[in-house]
């Protein structure tokens, strides 16, 4: 039976996958939702986001493309959640949890889900009934801008049970994708939370004038600090120096694609938080991220210097210049 996915989402990473899927050799059929009319008839008539990644050919059937979600999810065995975790509870506010019965739920979603402080896998099964074996995970290194230049990129997607994960990932392959496979769903997940919240405060401090030395300090205080987290949250044996852990701690932290680092550094310079949102005119997951694990940590009372110097700076208006001085006599 031919596969048929559907991809919920019309930003850069969004546009991104399906480039991916579209360029697999694999027979599949690839549905796509996204809002934006303007940009639909765009891509059915120049085969290009005109938004996002506008160099990227799209090679999609053109009665697969639509604003109606329900009738896009309706048609896919995968479904693929692609938009910035603080409108997912929009997106979704038509669908039932029967329309998603039955079906493979994929997040590509880097962040936590605001308000009910949920990584995506948990609102899912919570709000969704979607069992955890229907649930997958894409993590890894990979910024949509260089998939665009087809440079060589990793990719992991987690499920509990593997085998589906497999699956997914052989439609995903390509010759500058590779993919490995993970059961580990909660730890890529809340590990993709993080790494946001860390770009943030490498951003912060490359605007307030540390050098790389520091840099190199602050991040692998970083992944010690994922590893604290994850292993408190969910204990199984993972090796944390991994692509899906620390290869994307290292990219969003380092490169500059990275909209969090873009809008840490734009704080660090002086910005305000709004007008820093308003410049990028894009979604830093990270700022969202950094208040909702502040508020999940409270259950676990894990130490985690960074993200609370990150949320003090972002949410308690506390001077960059003096929390990141107060963070660095606290790491090694």
Known sequence: MVPKIAMIGGGSWATAIVKMLADNLSEKEIFWWMRNETAIEHIKKFKHNPHYLSSVELKLNHDHI??????????????????????LKETLSTITPDDLKGKKIVSAIKGIVPEDNLIIGEF???????????????????????????????LTIACTDVEKAAAFASLLSTRYIKTNVSDDIFG?????????????????????????NFQAVLISNAISEMKR?????????RDIKESAYLGDLLVTAYSQFSRNRTFGNMVGKGY??????LEMNMVAEGYYAAKCMHI???????????????HNIIYEKRSPQIEMKLLA???S
Request: proline share 5%; aromatic share 10%; net charge negative.
């Open 296 to 310: 999940k940590n409270q259950e676990y009372h894990v130490d985690m210097p960074i993200c609370k110097a990150v």
């Open 124 to 154: 899912l099964h919570e709000k969704y009934n979607i069992p955890y074996h229907d649930i997958l995970v894409v993590s890894g290194p990979c910024h949509a801008e260089e998939v665009a230049f087809e440079k060589l990129s990793y």
């Open 66 to 87: 639509s604003s109606d979600i329900r009738s896009i999810i309706e048609s896919a065995d995968f479904v693929i959640l692609n938009v910035p975790a603080a409108f």
């Open 272 to 277: 305000t938080v709004k007008s820093a949102q």
């Open 229 to 237: 987290f994850v292993d408190v949250v969910h204990p199984i044996d």
């Open 329 to 331: 006599e606290k790491l």
């Open 188 to 212: 890529t997940e809340y590990a993709a939370v993080l790494k946001n919240i860390y770009a943030v405060a490498s951003g912060i401090c490359h605007g307030l004038g540390y050098g790389d």
